[in-house]
């Protein structure tokens, strides 16, 4: 069943339309994204109840106890408190290089799959946990379960979307993402006042939720035309899904620009070792760039830390979990934003919007915790509420650009011969760079003090500048043919075009 929408692609060469079949498979390929988002949020809401502290981190809650005696930026300094936080990152890291090789030779479906059970168990190890072990390995296998979905579900969406509505379609990711993080905020918040101190038990668990649907829908999925062509050589199979996909069973165009990057794809066999070559040089630097700047916007310690970081500044458990409700609210709407104007205004537009937002706002909440909050004492409620509003700010900002953009741009710029490994190689940069932010960040923020925002304003001066002049805008461009932006590139098309004149040389 299609919606009454029709498209062509750029040059008009792409048929399709927005049909109920590709809406619901993105739609539930990207639970994925809320299982992210839940995770994420939620164990920085746990590690601000006080049952849970008592139970696992002894040691944290007495120094919170203390807090004449501690700076205000060193209550939560704990290496088993981070750890709790960054091995799910670490675990993630290791599992997408797994996930490379399974998502290359079995396809998306098998990687999703694969995802959706280690979050089923993960959840419920997390939940049932009796001591650290246990509450460690529960995070531990919701790592691998991200290393799966992180390198799938945005290939998976990419893939199946239409090349005007990729961006918007991919962007349901990240508004998962954002759900899944108000999701957990919401969580922590009514489950920090229940009687018993066993509220965390239940934040912890309800990620279940959310992989069982993935699990089953991993199940029901179509795999992608891509896919089917490049693993299975079932071309017929291939473009009965694609004229299912589209709507239309005029699909010759896309078919056979699928079927040429399938031949290119089948003489790659280390595409690992291929990346690395001059002619993907410009995919290679976006793919380890595009997540390291996303993790040095600061965002994560933010999403980690939120009720942690308000607790610093003098607020209390219950009014710090709520101010994370309220960011993440915030951070929905502006998702949602930017899914509604990402194929209009273009990609590096909102780069530019949102960087620039993100590192005024740094620059503020650094300059008033810098001129107002001590080691000890608190912010004054007109000020806790300042550094709220500015926090909202920068929440937006990244929300418009590096939150859905940092998985938009990665998923829809490697050629399908390099695709799997250039994903992998954006999955585990991010997810190294995440285990160091959440191992490091308390501990910076008990060394810098204040002087961590502007830590972290300094890298988006960094990235915005970068995005500006090196990344080529790729909005309404088929997926299939992004080499081109490459070639038409005041920079790029010197390392890449010098390539493409050596092999017309070569076959000349």
Known sequence: MASGLS??????QYNGRITSVILFSCLMAATGGFIFGYDLGISGGVTSMTPFLKEFFPDVYRRMKEHKKISNYCKFDSQLLTLFTSSLY??????????????????????????????????????????????IFGRVLLGV???????????????MALPQHRGKMNIGFELGVGIGILMANITNYATQKIRGGWGWRISLSMSAVPAAILTVCALVLPETPNNLIQNRKNHQKAKRVLQQVRGTADVEAEFDDLIRASSVSDIIN??????????????LVMAIAIPFFQEVTGINVITFYAPILFRTIGEGESASLLSAVVIRLVSTIFIIISMLTVDRIGRKALFMIGGTQMFLSQIVVGGIMAALLGDHGG????????????????VAGFALSWGPLGW???????PLEIRSAGQSITVAVGFLLRFIAGQTFLAMLCQFKSGTFFFFAGWLAVMTTFVHFLLPETKNVPIEQMEKVWRDHWFWKKIVGEVDKGSKLQGS
């Open 408 to 414: 938009l741009v990665p998923s829809e710029i490697y």
């Open 379 to 394: 912010l004054t409620k007109l000020c806790a509420y300042l550094v709220l509003v500015f926090i909202c700010i920068y």
């Open 90 to 135: 670490m675990a993630g890291l290791i599992a997408s290089f797994f996930a490379s090789s399974i998502t290359r030779a079995f396809g998306r479906k098998m990687s999703i799959l694969a995802g959706g059970a280690a979050f089923l168990a993960g959840s419920a190890l997390g939940g049932a946990a009796l001591n650290l072990y246990m509450l």
């Open 270 to 283: 280390h595409p690992f070792k291929n990346i690395m070559t001059r002619k993907y040089r410009p995919q």
């Open 145 to 159: 379960g991200l290393g799966f979905a992180n390198q799938s579900v945005p290939l998976y969406i990419s893939e």
């Open 7 to 12: 498209m062509k692609g750029e040059g008009g």
